[in-house]
């Protein structure tokens, strides 16, 4: 076959790790078997698409990007299900904002409907296959355990000719949904569940969004997936390990099917993710619950909602690559995840500030009616984005978090009689503090030494502190919405007996400090851009960020958050 043209990605200097997939595309090309590859994507669309696809995705496209082939997107519709063209939209949306393209590789298992009907007459023909009359609970009584083999149907012996007219029947909507299925003809005492006469359709007198009312039966997953995938001509088809079990069954309608090419079914270890859940259903029904706000809620590992907490594609890509993909299931630390969306925020995000918990400042020997204009780095590790200015006067903004009036040991940020740098501005000392009955601070005073403009002295004299501000008068206020762990639980596969996912809820996920202000530069940010807060993390303008509504979303906290916490740093 010739191989057709087709976009694939970016990301094309990336050096690929090999893995036991590509070991297996390299055996391949290399004997001759393949002169290139073909994998696809295969998703169900009953929800929005979440970091696991997200592993899947750059798995499939990846490998068709490295070894020049083509990856499909296939739409696997078999079971018609209610809103599936919101959901079929939102995974091409998400798929193309992951960075992939799919050219006109764009397939529906529904679009074989016919063909995969043909095909399972074929096998009625060949006495493969066999209508069956037992209802579904029937069926699995009949199948036996792993340890127990099954019993045959009482419809097993059935003649070509009356599976055919019934087949025909169930077709044409003859009889009632669960009245009677198509089965392949295997082996009822197979060490294998699924090679146990599975059954290959239903009946279901449900409307289909492509199909409409044309059909009355559908054809079972396992059915479809290897008949799909041999029909497309792809070479590798690649799954999660649950369907290990499932590839006699995958293998077995490819040999006994006049096929148009025989992929092989390779299958890898699904992500799991701390803290996360990953599943559709349960996904949905967090929407559904009002738990969340939506699919893209900022909190959601929905790709939708990753895109909206401000979460840079190329940065699941990376993490993609460095999960790599291996036989096991194991559990990924969300904090892997957070690594990679600081590595690419930090070379594209601007600095600014912001002050989240504000406490006024006082400098009382900064004249009252100047106003400095100070420059400003917009990123240190891009010198190419420019400076900035930020205004600066005798009345500022400071973090609560960044006072003690009883420092520890090691503590380098303010405390009475301590100096410290302003970032950007001058050295400070806080010289008294103003207390309510109850004791705490609600304003502070200091002095500033005006030879440390920019927050170097001119005697060479160090501090080993430095603090955020902004001036009280010029800043404006934000919301900042920050985000914590939807759940409480880092490993799902622990979770206690008689318990669900709704009693892990981390009833903290999201907190908005009710007087954050921001330097007056945020009021021109628009909806989508992100910004280092200096000291406080990467946050990103969310959806219904307005110039003077300013609402952001902390995308992650800095790679130093613990030790500052620690009050080690300044
Ligand atoms: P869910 O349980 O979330 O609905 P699914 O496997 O039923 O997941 P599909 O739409 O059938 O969802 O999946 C499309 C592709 O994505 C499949 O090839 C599937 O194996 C893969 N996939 C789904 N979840 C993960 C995951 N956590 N890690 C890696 N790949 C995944
Ligand atoms: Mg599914």
């Known amino acids: 076959m010739e191989k057709p043209e087709t976009p694939i990605t970016e990301d094309k200097e990336r050096t690929p790790v090999s893995n036991f997939i590509r070991n ?31 592993k899947s995705i750059c798995l499939n496209f990846g490998l068709a990007r490295d070894y020049d082939g083509i990856c499909h997107l296939r739409f696997d519709d078999t079971n018609p299900a209610k809103e599936e063209l919101l959901y079929v939209q939102s995974i091409m949306e998400d798929v193309k904002w992951l960075g992939f393209d ?64 019934l087949f025909r029947g169930m077709r044409d909507g003859l009889y009632p949904e669960g009245s009677r299925s198509l089965r392949a003809k295997i082996d009822m005492a197979s060490p294998n569940l699924n090679m146990r006469d599975p059954v290959i359709y239903r009946i279901k007198m449900t409307e289909h969004h492509r199909t409409g009312d044309k059909w009355m039966i559908y054809p079972m997953y396992d059915y479809t997936h290897p008949l799909s995938d041999a029909l497309e001509m792809i070479t590798h088809s690649v799954c999660t390990l649950e369907f290990e079990d ?11 099917l006049p096929v148009p090419s025989n992929p092989r079914q390779i299958e890898f270890a699904r992500l799991n993710l701390s803290y996360t859940m990953m599943s559709k259903r349960l996904l949905l029904e967090l929407v559904e619950s009002g738990v969340v706000d939506n699919w893209d809620d900022p909190r959601m590992p929905t790709l939708a909602g990753m895109r909206r907490r401000g979460i840079p594609p190329a940065a699941i890509r990376d993490f993609a690559d460095r999960i790599g993909v291996a036989k096991a299931n194991s559990v990924v630390d969300y904090e892997l995840l957070q690594f990679c969306v600081r590595e690419e925020l930090n070379k594209t995000a601007q600095r600014v500030m912001a002050v989240l918990d504000p406490i006024p400042l006082t400098i009382e020997n900064y004249p009252a009616d100047q106003v400095e204009e100070l420059d400003a780095d917009n990123n240190p590790e891009d010198p190419s984005a420019g400076k900035r200015k930020v205004p600066f006067g005798r009345e500022l903004l400071v973090e609560r978090e960044d006072i003690s009036l009883d420092p520890p040991k090691g503590w380098f940020r303010l405390a009475p009689g301590k100096e410290v740098r302003l970032k950007h501005a001058y050295y400070i000392t806080l010289t008294r503090v103003e207390q309510d009955a109850d004791g705490n601070i609600t304003r502070l005073f200091a002095t500033y030494d005006p030879d440390s403009r920019g927050g170097w002295s001119q005697d060479g004299r160090k501090v080993k502190g430095t603090i955020h501000w902004v001036s009280a008068p010029h800043a404006i206020p934000i919301t900042a ?78 790679r130093d958050t613990w030790s500052r916490k620690a009050g080690r740093k300044g």
């Not at 002169?35 to 998703?43: H, W």
């Open 24 to 54: 297996i595309i390299d055996a391949d090309l290399e004997s001759g078997k393949h002169n290139f590859i073909i994998t696809r994507f295969p998703p169900e669309p009953n929800g929005f698409l979440h970091i696991g696809h997200a």
């Open 481 to 558: 919405r920050l985000y914590d762990h939807l759940f409480t639980l880092a490993d799902f596969s622990k979770m206690e007996e008689g318990k669900t996912f709704h009693d892990y809820i981390n009833p903290d996920s999201l907190t908005v400090p009710p007087t954050a202000m921001a330097e007056p530069s945020l009021a021109q940010a628009q909806k989508g851009d992100s910004f280092q807060f200096l000291r406080l993390g990467y946050f990103t303008a969310d959806y219904d960020h307005l110039p003077d509504k300013p609402v952001f979303n902390r995308v992650t906290g800095l």
């Open 246 to 256: 499932h590839r006699p069954l995958y293998d077995w309608f490819l040999d006994n």
């Open 102 to 165: 799919w050219g006109d590789k764009l397939f529906y298992a529904s679009d074989y409907f016919e063909k995969l009907y043909e095909y399972a007459e074929i096998l009625i023909q060949d006495g493969k296959a066999y209508v069956c009359d037992l209802c579904v609970e029937e069926i699995a009584e009949y199948r036996g355990t792993l340890t127990e083999p099954g019993k045959n149907s009482p419809y097993r012996e059935r003649s070509v000719t009356e599976n055919l007219s």
